[in-house]
């Protein structure tokens, strides 16, 4: 712990972005956090076992961190979540150790314009070293189902190599905590691309043969793979990566590699693709490489008429049975991915998805309001154990599928998958609301729609919402006075409305149709908002337009200058508010928001276009306040201001809190004025804070070991629960925390 303190403090002074720990001066509450259950829900590119220990297994996701399998709990354990460096958490690679199975290894950075590091754990990933280091990772990027880049010599685990994306090949000769570039290694690296262009994939993989080395000296023989365009994708290193060469042949210069094994003989396996996905490939191969008489052998799956139009990445070798594998396909959307079975080195393969059988009870959302789930898509990640040839798994972009009885699919029986995905929350979250009746907490989710949350522990038992079925849900709203009365607006799936609401607290929902001429192409899929008495629904188009009727009817509100986003007052029902930001004006409607008017507002900042928000997921910076009739909040990045008065005055309050987006929650025993809860900065810490005295003062809610890589998105405060707040992340799902021993 104390090499780990220092280090922090080392890191402080390199990156000063990085947020510090609270100070002592930094008033704290102990919160006890836990995950709201969906289960995964996200793109898990890499599932890697550990060869060292049984039941040791380890995976790691495109934004939300890595994990660790923990047997007797039988979950799942996120390991980054004290780190509060957002680019961490985009796992680039992972690599257990081979000798060690305490040491395990993250090449740990989400995009070429953020940091990197390599992480190092000494006790399986609980507590990390950090070590930045110069070259750049893409590990929410194209490409980054490709791997593993990152390799430890199973006879020397002191040495370590990493396939960069950008620059070349590098090695590590005291346990990855210094690198130096290997000049000797054919390709130097593409460099970064400028902005705007697309990634480089860079080196796919690296592969020892543990078989060519004795313990205690550097294997000797290694294979890197390029997944960049070039004449040359397979090099190889017969001294211990002194000195490297080309290997000649393969499947032909389109095809860029994927991911590589070794078996016991020295056979090298290896998939293919045109492109690195997990989109736009279309062609692909799967070729087995002795590296004794340097024989290729196209072992395809499918070839001829019969040839996939999709690309392969998933492989992993049977380590109990010499000649049999597995592969996923990559990119084949019609009918969908899907993992091939060989027990002769590829002669001949058994396809497993007639036979599969998905068992979803677990997390009821993967059926897609449909009866059965999807086999997979986006299938990157495909692992057997090495302990157990009947233990398998594969990730899709939304869920973790394992198998007992792979060896079923060879023997023509039935294959029982399971989601293998208890403890991982793998998902951005847009927007979160906790009306004060009906469930706790309704969600909208990025890529799986969103819930309606009865129980925090369990998977929504009804899956995501339907009538219509979003696949992101933009907004979410309901109305104060009855809350009930619940809207919501998305990214629709199919043809599908873009607007629904619901008068059951979101268990049931009515499409909501606007007429095309209200909308323009510019507006996307406009956010609504509901009158505090559930009378009245306001769509955000071009103009705002609204409906007392449910939709039969639609007006355009008068006085609102073009892509103004009013807000209800969520007591008055015949109160609506806006924010002109292009002449700093505030606007106010008395007639439930048939027409606005300019008023002689005080006390707000001046210049306030630069507090705009320009991103339609982003939070609305205006609030009206839950339960207080005419009270108001506006945000901005460098303070908070509160109107009393519906907006004819506004002064100024939150101390040097730096907010970027706040929620309210129960009034704290003794008040009269709800909790104010915020995601922000104050005292240079960028955390979750609450103040149940208006803003007055603040403290700190979540702490150290839970700063989830300051990857916050939105919060919402509970208003039956004091202290309850829900945080949605981007990466690691839905958070909700409250005071220790609080009652639930």
């Not at 750049?136 to 002191?158: L, Y």
């Not at 008017?597 to 997921?617: C, F, M, V, Y």
């Amino acid at each position: 712990m104390n090499r780990f303190l220092t280090l922090t403090v080392i890191l402080l002074a390199i990156f000063p972005s990085v947020s510090r720990p609270a100070s002592a001066q930094t008033a704290h509450e102990p919160y006890l956090w836990r995950s709201v259950k969906v289960g995964a829900g996200g793109f898990i590119p890499g599932i890697i076992f550990s060869r060292a220990e049984k039941n040791l297994v380890y995976l790691r996701s495109d934004m939300g961190g890595c994990y660790r399998w923990d047997g007797p709990q039988q979950r799942w354990i996120p390991l980054q979540d004290p780190m509060a460096e957002s680019s961490y958490f985009g796992g680039e690679s992972i690599a257990p150790d081979p000798i060690d199975p305490n040491t395990v290894y993250i090449a740990a950075g989400m995009y070429r314009s953020d940091p990197s590091a390599i992480l190092r754990s000494h006790d399986r990933g609980n507590t990390w070293q950090i070590f930045p280091v110069s070259f750049r990772m893409g590990g929410n990027e194209d490409g980054r189902g490709v791997g593993e880049r990152v390799a430890i010599d199973p006879n020397d685990n002191a040495i370590l190599f990493f396939g960069s994306r950008h620059d070349g090949l590098w090695r590590s000769e005291n346990y990855g905590e210094t690198w130096q570039k290997v000049k000797t290694f054919p390709l130097k690296g593409r460099g970064l691309p400028v902005e705007g262009q697309p990634t480089n994939t860079g080196l796919s993989f690296v592969v020892f043969d543990p078989h060519t080395g004795t313990r205690g000296s550097a294997t000797r023989t290694l294979f890197v793979g390029s997944a960049d365009p070039g004449s040359n994708h397979l090099f190889r290193s017969d001294d211990a990566g002194a000195t490297w060469r080309t290997v000649p042949g393969g499947p032909g210069q389109q095809m860029l590699p994927a991911q590589a094994q070794i078996d016991d003989s020295g056979i090298l396996f290896l998939t293919y693709g045109n492109g690195t996905g997990p989109n736009g490939v279309t062609d692909g191969a799967v070729m087995k490489f002795d590296s004794k008489t340097e024989k290729w052998t196209d072992i395809s799956p499918t070839n001829g008429q019969t040839r996939l139009k999709s690309g392969y990445c998933g492989l992993s070798l049977d380590r109990q049975h010499s000649g049999t594998l597995g592969v996923a396909t990559m990119n084949h959307w019609n009918p969908g991915d899907t993992v091939w079975r060989t027990t002769d080195a590829g002669r001949t393969w058994k396809d497993i998805a007639a036979q599969s059988q998905r068992d979803v009870q677990a997390t009821p959302f993967l059926l897609w309001g449909k009866h059965q789930s999807r086999l997979g898509w986006w299938m990157a990640a495909f692992a057997i154990d090495p302990f157990d040839s009947n233990h398998a798994a594969y990730s899709t972009g939304a869920t973790i599928y394992a198998t007992r009885d792979f060896s079923n699919v060879s023997a023509n029986r039935p294959t029982h998958w399971f989601p293998w995905v208890a403890g991982i929350e793998q998902t951005a979250i847009i927007t979160l609301v906790s009306p004060p009746a009906g469930a706790h907490l309704l969600s909208g989710f990025g890529d799986i729609g969103g819930f309606v949350h009865d129980d925090l522990k369990v998977s929504p038992s009804n899956g995501m919402y339907e009538n219509p079925h979003f696949d992101t849900t933009i907004s979410l709203d309901y109305a104060g006075q009855n809350p009930l009365m619940v809207v919501r607006s998305g990214q629709p799936a199919d043809e599908q409305a873009s607007l629904a609401y619901s008068q059951d607290g979101g268990r049931s929902w009515q499409p909501l149709d606007i007429p095309p001429a209200q909308s323009s192409p510019s507006d996307g899929h406009p956010a609504i908002i509901v009158s505090a008495d559930g009378s009245m629904l306001m769509v955000l188009t071009r103009i705002p337009i609204f409906t007392r009727d449910r939709g039969q009817t639609w007006t355009e509100a008068k006085g609102l200058p073009v892509r103004m986003r009013p807000v209800a007052d969520r007591v008055d029902p015949s109160t609506f508010y806006a924010i002109d930001f292009n002449h700093d004006k505030f606007l106010t409607s008395t007639d439930a928001g048939a027409t606005f008017h300019p008023l002689n507002s005080q006390g707000l900042p001046s210049n306030i276009k630069a507090d705009e928000p320009t991103w339609r997921e982003g939070p609305w910076p205006l609030q009206a306040t839950p339960g207080k009739a005419h009270d108001l909040w506006f945000i901005t990045p460098d303070a908070l201001y509160h109107s009393p008065d519906a907006g004819i005055h506004f002064s100024k309050a939150g101390g040097q809190m730096h907010p970027e987006f706040v929620s309210f929650g129960k009034t704290p025993p003794g008040k009269d004025y709800p909790a104010i809860f915020a995601a922000g900065t104050l005292g240079g810490v960028r955390a979750i804070w609450r103040s149940d005295d208006l803003a007055l003062s603040w403290v700190r809610v979540n702490d150290d070991q839970h700063q989830y890589g300051a990857r916050f998105r939105c919060i919402a405060g509970d208003p039956r629960i004091f202290g309850r707040v829900y945080v949605g992340t981007d990466g690691r799902g839905i958070l909700y925390g409250q005071p220790v021993g609080a009652k639930e």
